[in-house]
């Protein structure tokens, strides 16, 4: 398995309460993503980064932030969390463009 | 805009028998199709590229550009290929677009 580290694995938290998961990478990938996975929607891509610093949107940003201050970390924020965002958060990363995609073990989130 | 499809949520099958899971698509530009499997408990895996064109666990899948389609098969299914089955497509950005997915029972 690909070295990728996703913290924590389970978290429950209250609707407005600000959250953050992490991603980890030892395998010094340049791109780095975020998904959501929801039933009858498959992954839908929240936010990427194509280096240190550099990020863009996907499809679904909106209530999300992202930061990357280094290569190895990719963090994802829920600056005010709604139970819309209950999910479950993988994390992926590759070394090029359009090279296949390694993803995390996942992030199970609740918000009540 | 792209889209995948994957019309099927559950495919049930019997050990040894066929299994082809359907995937459709829509693009502008030259596709780029992956097909990923996550198996229960376990974190999403590449099972499939296009471009690679090799077998993996038995499983083939051809791009057929006129159909807009990337159907994945298997002659023969084994009681381990139950799992949640994914095709996706990748844009010029490297970004995936998922199909909804498609979950594998193979019973004995």
């Known amino acids: 398995d690909a070295g990728i580290t996703q913290s924590p694995r389970h978290k429950v938290t209250e609707t407005g309460t600000p959250v953050t998961l992490r991603c980890h990478q030892t395998?010094?990938?340049?791109?780095m993503y975020w998904y959501r996975q929801d039933p009858g929607h498959g992954l839908r891509l929240i936010h990427y980064?194509?280096?240190?610093?550099?990020?863009d949107k996907g499809e679904v940003s909106d209530g999300y932030s992202v930061s990357r201050s280094k290569t190895e970390d990719f963090l994802l924020t829920l600056e005010s969390a709604t139970s819309s965002q209950t999910s479950v958060y993988f994390c992926?990363?590759?070394?090029?463009?359009?090279?296949?995609?390694?993803f995390g073990d996942g992030t199970r989130l609740s918000i009540l | 805009a792209q889209r995948v499809t994957q019309p099927e949520k559950l495919l049930s099958v019997f050990k040894g028998a066929p299994v082809e899971l359907k995937c459709n698509y829509s693009?502008?530009?030259?596709?780029?199709l992956f097909w990923y499997v996550q198996y229960s408990r376990q974190r999403l895996q590449l099972l499939l590229r296009?471009?690679s064109r090799e077998s993996i666990k038995g499983f083939t899948a051809d791009l057929n550009k006129g159909e807009t389609s990337f159907h994945l098969k298997k002659p023969f299914a084994q009681e381990e290929d139950s799992a949640m089955y994914y095709c996706?497509?990748?844009?010029?950005?490297?970004?995936?677009?998922f199909g909804a997915g498609t979950q594998v029972v193979v019973t004995p």
């Open positions: 992926a990363i590759s070394l090029g463009q359009n090279q296949p995609q390694h």
């Open positions: 395998e010094n990938h340049r791109y």
């Open positions: 980064s194509y280096g240190v610093k550099d990020t």
């Open positions: 693009y502008s530009g030259s596709p780029e």
């Open positions: 296009h471009i």
């Open positions: 996706a497509l990748s844009d010029s950005w490297g970004k995936l677009q």
